[in-house]
């Protein structure tokens, strides 16, 4: 079991800030783990642990997960599930604790997309897995666009209502989406607080589809994965790929493709204005994304602690001169003007 894990009591010294969902009373660290990396049956049991009680010690208290992530799906909620139980269970009403359902989990018709049958079969499954009675945040993963909205919100509503989750969110849902299932959920009394989106700077199409001002009319917050855009928004790659780059190597991760010659420009370019910030390239596409309005974390993967105790630093500056940003938009831009819904 390792040595009894005892969290730091400065945890929340104000190193790390919260913010709420929405208009809902839920407060989220601006910075959250994920475990869709790291946390499978090929990584190492140890840097889990670690990475686990950096990140609560830090003051991140939100650990998210899903029932796919392994790679074989299930595993990364079994290794998760098997620390909250041995280091975190003294601290689980601190943890905001989520996971989701939505992409291929068994064979035949009944394990995937967005059924009552799936998804409230996926929640007592990984739940079992977490070791846990309820989940704080139940997500559909992605819409079904062969299963009625009502169906799929019907299942949330009932598993919130049966104690399994105490709010629902909803992940790669487009603006016009959210907004039909916010509609469904308000009138069934569902407590909707999130949408899980793909943001960074080099991918910035929720802002031409209306997602950032749909969570603010609708009263959900945003929370962005792969803010890094899969490490390409770090000083890892700006002199090429390096010879111990899993680049190509991991269907998950970078292809070669990925790092043309300008791209790796723009990397550059980008790096030059976060020096000049003082911040690292990291630090600075986190504290982007954190200066949007509606944003309410950004969720980051890492391999090592000290990795992710660089990325909690981006919270102290998340203020940007227009000059900045005018200057981040030349590189890569939004690919359309955010619009209303």
């Avoid at 946390?39 to 029932?67: H, V």
């Avoid at 919270?315 to 030349?330: C, G, K, P």
Wanted: with cysteine; hydrophobic share 40%.
């Amino acid at each position: 079991m390792g040595t009894l894990y005892a969290a730091d009591a400065g945890r929340y010294d104000g190193r790390m800030s919260y913010r709420r969902c929405g208009r809902s009373g839920l407060l989220l660290p601006e910075v959250s783990l994920g475990t869709w990396h790291n946390f499978g049956a090929i990584g190492d049991y140890g840097a889990m642990r670690a990475m686990l009680r950096a990140a609560f010690d830090a003051g991140i208290t939100q650990f998210d997960c899903a029932n796919n992530y392994g790679p074989h799906p299930g595993e990364a909620e079994e290794n998760l599930g098997r620390l909250l139980n041995t280091d975190f269970k003294p601290y689980r009403d601190e943890l905001v604790v989520t996971t989701k359902a939505g992409y291929t989990m068994w064979p035949g018709p009944y394990g995937d997309w967005g059924s009552r049958k799936y998804l409230i079969s996926s929640i007592d499954q990984s739940l079992k897995r977490l070791n846990l009675d309820h989940v704080d945040i139940f997500y559909h993963h992605r819409p079904d666009p062969d299963t009625p909205l009502e169906e799929t919100m019907g299942a949330l509503d009932q598993i919130v209502r049966s104690g399994k989750a105490l709010y629902v969110g909803l992940s790669n849902y487009s603006a016009r989406q959210a907004v039909a299932a916010a509609k469904i959920l308000r009138e069934l009394g569902t407590p909707f607080v999130i949408d899980q989106v793909r943001y960074n700077i080099f991918d910035r199409h929720i802002e031409g589809d209306g997602l950032l001002r749909a969570a603010e009319d609708n009263g959900f917050g945003i929370i962005a994965y792969s803010p890094l855009s899969q490490g390409l928004l770090t000083d890892r790659y700006l002199n090429g790929i390096p010879e111990d780059s899993r680049i190509g190597r991991d269907p998950r991760f970078l292809q070669a493709g990925d790092l043309t010659d300008g791209r790796l420009a723009q990397i550059r370019a980008l790096n030059d204005i976060a020096a000049r910030r003082g911040q690292s390239l990291a630090e600075m596409s986190l504290s982007w994304i954190l200066s949007h309005e509606g944003v309410t974390s950004v969720l980051v993967g890492a391999s090592k602690p000290s990795q992710l105790l660089d990325n909690v630093k981006a919270v102290a500056n998340t203020s940007f001169t227009a000059e900045e940003l005018a200057e981040i938009d030349a590189i890569s831009p939004s690919t359309a003007t955010e619009r209303a819904v």
